[in-house]
């Protein structure tokens, strides 16, 4: 069994509703290990209103692909449009952020997903759920690595 860091937003429709259909859905086919808090936080290169955002562990047998197209069978069914244009509102966004300390860059599946360590809303949940899980590749703490972020955004809003 793979442990399996999952984000999990959703800026359209009913919010809460959305998450809880997809947790429902991802219990069968993984188990649930830990599930952060959700927090509300602005669109980042979204449209729409405000997000909820938070973060899930996961225990899987799936290889990273079979598990990307099942998570890909969860939000089609919540309604989320395919294909989309970056920036469409969600009904729900499942990405993958670490698959154990797997790297992995092909055109379809990029793990640690690429953004992680710019997005506080990610790194927020996953401080939460698993403050001293090394990231592949910087191999440094979820919890060093957002308060990293989070000392450089203050920097930056003076």
Request: net charge positive; charged share 40%.
């Amino acid at each position: 069994m793979k442990s399996v860091f999952i984000a999990i937003g959703t800026n359209k429709g009913q919010r809460e509703n959305n998450i809880i259909k997809s947790l429902k859905a991802i219990e069968k086919i993984a188990e649930i290990k830990k599930i952060s808090s959700f927090y509300e936080n602005e669109p980042v290169n979204a449209d729409g209103g405000y997000f909820l955002n938070g973060v899930i562990e996961i225990k899987t047998e799936l290889n990273p692909f079979q598990l990307l197209k099942k998570l890909k069978e969860i939000e089609r069914k919540i309604g989320r449009k395919f294909p989309h244009k970056r920036g469409d509102e969600r009904e729900i966004d499942l990405d993958i952020i670490f698959y154990d300390r797997k790297i992995l860059k092909t055109k379809k599946l990029k793990i640690p997903h690429k953004e992680f360590k710019n997005r506080e809303f990610v790194l927020k949940g996953l401080s939460e759920i698993a403050p001293d899980f090394i990231a592949p590749e910087i191999n440094k703490k979820v919890k060093d690595i957002y308060r990293e972020l989070k000392n450089e955004n203050i920097k930056k809003d003076k």
